[in-house]
């Protein structure tokens, strides 16, 4: 349960704390203008531009989401070597970000998406990438990195953010989770569809419904407590993961451990955007657990911090005192 004592604990860890991010690292720009008339070149909209923005996405959101909780975050992912690569980099700087974990490749192409949006909806998303998977060199690359970070500094936890993009391999995820088990580092996970089953070992895994169903290859009803029992049983059988953190969009997040288990209901509220409200809750969580604080406050915490990004547009972390004055409204 959440009480007032335990959020100050919370909020005041996470100012001392030291997070590793590692996965997909991309820009998000933001197209934003009016729409007046019709093209006469094909029967779209045309969008007058007033206003544009380019900021850190994928797993750069969730660096922000800790940084912006109080973390000292570090950054370890790999991009491509031009100058969606060099503006990616201008703006970690710009945000107060260390650079130690970026490797940069010619053979690869920073992932940038582009958002086109008229009066706060968007209309149109352009992406560029390259998905494929690293070489073997170049995960070799990327670990060495991640190594030399996790040894330089008193790294408290390590969470993967994986887009699907290529950056996290079955062969780095295997050399980190060993790292850190010798570290004593707890490893958190936001999956996707890929890598899914390889997170093995890991202290906390949050899927979210559709990754569940697709990376178990299973359909279950997500407002069934015994139904979610079953996925936590599944999962901790195949993967020997500690904690499960299942992200249930309106039905809320349910988690579970050996000796744990929490339902936290979603809150009503005016959403707006859901995008970027999975990076929230597992940079909250992590930083959560990473303080000793037990599955059923950081599913709590969670929750709220989830919620309160869906307000907003775009893609946006969450504000850390505007999360601990919602909790504190909410604990006993």
């Given amino acids: ?109 920073t992932t940038v998406k582009t958002r086109i949006i008229s009066r706060n909806q968007q209309m149109l998303r352009v992406d560029e990438e390259t998905i494929e998977p690293l070489s073997s060199s170049q995960m070799e690359d990327l670990f060495k990195r991640i190594e030399s970070v996790i040894m330089s500094h008193e790294i408290d936890v390590v969470v993967f953010e994986d887009y699907d993009k290529g950056s996290i391999t079955k062969d780095l995820i295997f050399n980190v989770v060993e790292l850190c088990r010798r570290e004593g580092i707890p490893v958190a996970v936001d999956p996707k569809k890929d890598n899914f089953l390889n997170y093995k070992g890991v202290t906390l895994f949050k899927p979210n ?36 953190m299942l992200t249930l969009s309106e039905h809320g997040i349910f988690s579970k451990s050996s000796d744990e288990e929490e339902w936290a209901q979603a809150h009503i509220r005016n959403i707006a955007d859901v995008s970027g409200a999975g990076d929230t809750v597992i940079a909250t969580a992590s930083l959560c657990i990473a303080a000793g604080l037990d599955l059923s406050f950081s599913t709590q915490l ?14 946006v972390p969450v504000d850390a005192l505007q999360l601990k004055s919602e909790a504190m409204k909410l604990a006993r």
């Fill in 209 to 244: 419904l559709k990754e569940v169903r697709e990376g178990l290859n299973i359909d279950f009803n997500p407002s069934n407590r015994a139904e979610l029992r079953k996925v936590h049983a599944q999962l901790t059988e195949i993967m020997n993961i500690e904690m499960l």
């Fill in 302 to 315: 969670a929750n709220i911090a989830g919620g309160l990004v869906c307000e907003k547009v775009g893609v």
């Fill in 1 to 109: 349960m959440m009480d007032q004592h335990l959020i100050n604990r919370a909020f005041s860890h996470f100012k001392n704390s030291k997070a590793l991010v590692i996965g997909d690292v991309m820009l998000d720009a933001y197209y934003v203008g009016s729409v007046n008339r019709i093209s006469p070149e094909a029967p779209v909209p045309v969008v007058q531009i007033s206003s544009i923005e380019k900021r850190l996405g994928g797993a750069g959101n969730v660096v922000l989401n800790m940084k912006s909780l109080g973390s000292e975050v570090f950054l370890c992912s790999l991009t491509g070597n031009d100058e969606n690569g060099r503006l990616l980099r201008e703006t970690m700087l710009k945000q107060g970000l260390p650079l130690d974990g970026l490797v940069q490749d010619d053979a690869r192409r």
